[in-house]
């Protein structure tokens, strides 16, 4: 099994670094988003060496991709979740893309970077002398700083259009197929394939997130999975170390229409300084200054047994609102009510996830 001292995600690049300092050829990571532990067992995955790892708290891909490839958590690398506060700026940003929001007041001396660079994984393995290359696929669409501070230091292969990307999302068995394709690519000499005497580390992102928001882990989705197992196991004979891990589980959701309203009247325009952040089931609000008890109280009388409301880390102060909303059950009022599964809250469904090592002989 892997070392007992692999216990979350900031544990991958000691994870990868050690991997490639043994591997054969390289070593092939499949970086699935949304694949909770169970599933991959489901799927499995026991053929590999299989343990779990913690996921980040918010359970966002956002957060728990970075601190993956970097090892530092939010608080480092300054993406708590998909949608928060930039101090230096005042500005409520959407991470993915580094779109502005709203516009509220700066803090004076406030850091204004919307993402706080850390070497990456693809930074400590080039200083080995490791090429490095990175199959973003949807990632490599993507325009601001949080994708360029995640594939640091990677050859990033071009993606196919958005498009064709798209429909890949809605079919697992197509995702998967697509992804084995490109990898397959990379490690064949069709596009450099394995230089002599150098190893390779190539991240390939499979985005089986979407599918899972609106299906979650039905029968297509797991022999998708299954079969991506299946072809690590034979890159693994053919003499590479294959590690497949992710970034967050999913749950049920069912979010109820009265505490939907009660949340809009709670994230009042009239008594905050920007609209409510977070994503999925974990929420925060920005009160008016003097306002946050009254907003916190209020919010845990209209929310009930539905979540837990809790003061926010003075480390995280300035990006996360005071008030921090975690989902205790399916009726939690989620943004988007059209997902039938979400994540985002610290439920061992969203937080255990799998590491598997297929290694090479």
């Known amino acids: 099994m892997p070392s007992a001292s692999y216990t979350s995600l900031a544990d991958m690049p000691d994870v990868v670094l050690a991997e490639l300092s043994q591997a054969r050829h390289g070593v092939i990571m499949l970086a ?15 053929t590999a060496e299989l343990t779990s790892l913690a996921s980040t708290f918010p359970s966002t891909s956002t957060t728990a991709w970075l601190t993956a490839m970097t090892g530092v958590g939010p608080a480092q690398h ?14 409520l940003v959407y991470a993915v ?5 709203a516009q509220g007041p700066a803090d004076p001396g406030g850091d204004p970077r919307l993402v706080i660079e850390h070497p990456t994984i693809f930074d400590r393995a080039a200083a080995d002398g490791v090429q490095c290359r990175a199959v973003a696929r949807e990632i490599a669409h993507l325009p601001g700083p949080w994708a360029q501070a995640l594939l640091r230091g990677a050859t990033v292969v071009p993606a196919a259009p958005s498009e064709t990307l798209a429909r890949h999302a809605r079919d697992p068995a197509l995702l998967v197929d697509a992804a084995l394709k490109e990898v397959d690519e990379q490690i064949g000499g069709q596009a450099g394939g394995v230089r002599r005497g150098q190893p390779m580390f190539l991240w390939t992102y499979v985005n089986l997130d979407d599918y899972l928001h609106r299906h979650g882990y039905d029968e297509r989705a797991v022999a998708a999975m299954a079969e ?31 505490l939907v309203r009660a949340w809009s009247v709670l994230d009042d325009p009239a008594r905050r300084l920007l609209p409510a952040g977070g994503a999925g089931r974990v ?12 907003v916190g109280g209020r919010l845990a009388a209209a929310l009930g047994s539905s979540a837990r409301i809790v003061a926010t880390d003075e480390a995280w102060r300035d990006r ?42």
Do not use: K
């Open 32 to 46: 699935v988003d949304g694949l909770s532990y169970d599933a991959a067992l489901a799927a499995g995955w026991r």
């Open 78 to 91: 300054g993406v708590p979740g998909m949608v928060y506060r930039v101090p230096g700026r005042g500005a």
């Open 97 to 101: 893309t580094g779109r502005v929001l």
């Open 228 to 258: 991506l197992g299946s072809r690590a196991a034979r890159w693994a004979q053919a003499g590479w170390t294959v590690i497949g891990h992710s970034d967050h589980g999913q749950v049920r959701c069912n979010p109820d229409d009265d």
């Open 283 to 294: 929420r925060w609000l920005y009160p008016a200054p003097g306002d946050e008890d009254g």
């Open 320 to 361: 996360v609102g005071p008030v921090i909303a975690i989902a205790a059950d399916e009726r939690f009022p989620v943004p988007d009510p059209s997902l039938s599964w979400e994540h985002g809250a610290d439920s061992a469904d969203e937080t255990v996830v799998p590491l598997a090592i297929w290694r090479g002989r």
